[in-house]
């Protein structure tokens, strides 16, 4: 047996394996497939931050905020570089 998996990683795994499914049985055009997959990351990330958030340190969570913030400077929240 291999090593216990992380949340995100089991979550991870679901949401590839759903993904994948469904998008076989679609025809749908790249660019349709690239919404879906945008769109189921950001569903597991949203479902994942506040059971990770109460499990990690304050000190962690500030760092990630602070990461957060310089990533948003770099690109706009519109998605388009400055």
Excluded: F, W
């Excluded at 047996?1 to 790249?30: F, W």
């Excluded at 349709?32 to 109460?54: Q, T, W, Y």
């Amino acid at each position: 047996m291999g090593p216990p998996r992380t949340l995100r990683e089991s979550a991870e795994g679901i949401r590839c394996g759903e993904v994948s499914r469904v998008l076989a049985r679609l025809g749908l055009s790249q660019e349709d497939k690239e919404v879906i997959e945008r769109m189921s990351h950001d569903l597991v990330d949203a479902l994942l931050c506040g059971p990770i958030s109460e499990t990690m340190p304050p000190q962690a969570l500030a760092h990630r905020a602070s990461e957060s913030r310089s990533s948003n400077e770099k690109v706009g929240t519109d998605g388009t570089k400055p």
